[in-house]
């Protein structure tokens, strides 16, 4: 939910820094992670405990969100601020899913995998549909920097519960 709300501000947040160059500068930052990092984060997820992955790169992605809420609530978020923030959340997001996938067979047992992995993604459609939504509609009257604050708060709570969860070793 808070990525949805999160994506939301960020692009409408390029708009408003940037105009229709600004959006696509800042979508351009959000999606080359994906490539540079993404099997990157499948190698090192395979490495190392998935765990500790996935609750660092929560917190990194936290961290880069703080500012941005702090530095929009004082109305000073430039577009150059926008390029950098979606840049490091994606590349989070390009080492958080690899080890989130791979964790999942071990929480749901092989023989639940199948049944584990459709709901989570009917979970993510919908709060990403039903978010976006809402965010849109908040738009009008919540200040922009609200979203990214809520993102950062949902990172660290999901820091939180994965803290609580056995620990993913390496594959081995």
């Known amino acids: 939910l808070g990525d949805a709300f999160q994506y939301i501000a960020l692009m409408w947040a390029a708009l408003l820094a940037g105009g229709p160059l600004g959006v696509l500068v800042v979508r351009l930052a959000d999606s080359a992670p994906a490539l540079v990092f993404g099997f990157h984060g499948g190698l090192v997820a395979d490495r190392t405990d ?13 961290a880069v969100l ?14 150059w ?3 950098v923030s979606a840049f490091v959340l994606t590349t989070g997001a390009s080492y958080f899913e690899p080890a989130y996938g791979a ?3 071990a929480l749901a047992g092989r023989e ?3 049944a584990a992995n459709a709901l989570v993604r009917a979970s993510a459609d919908a709060l990403w549909l039903g978010g976006s939504a ?11 920097s609200t979203f990214f604050a809520i993102n950062a708060g949902s990172f660290v709570l999901s820091a939180l519960l994965l803290s609580g969860l056995p620990r993913f070793p390496a594959a081995t």
């Open 103 to 105: 964790a999942l067979p």
């Open 134 to 144: 809402i965010a849109a509609a908040l738009l009008a009257v919540v200040p922009l």
């Open 50 to 62: 998935r765990k500790r992955l996935m609750v660092v790169s929560d917190l990194a992605r936290a």
């Open 112 to 114: 639940n995998v199948q």
């Open 81 to 83: 601020g926008l390029v």
């Open 66 to 79: 703080l500012p941005v809420a702090v530095a929009g609530l004082a109305g000073d978020l430039p577009l």
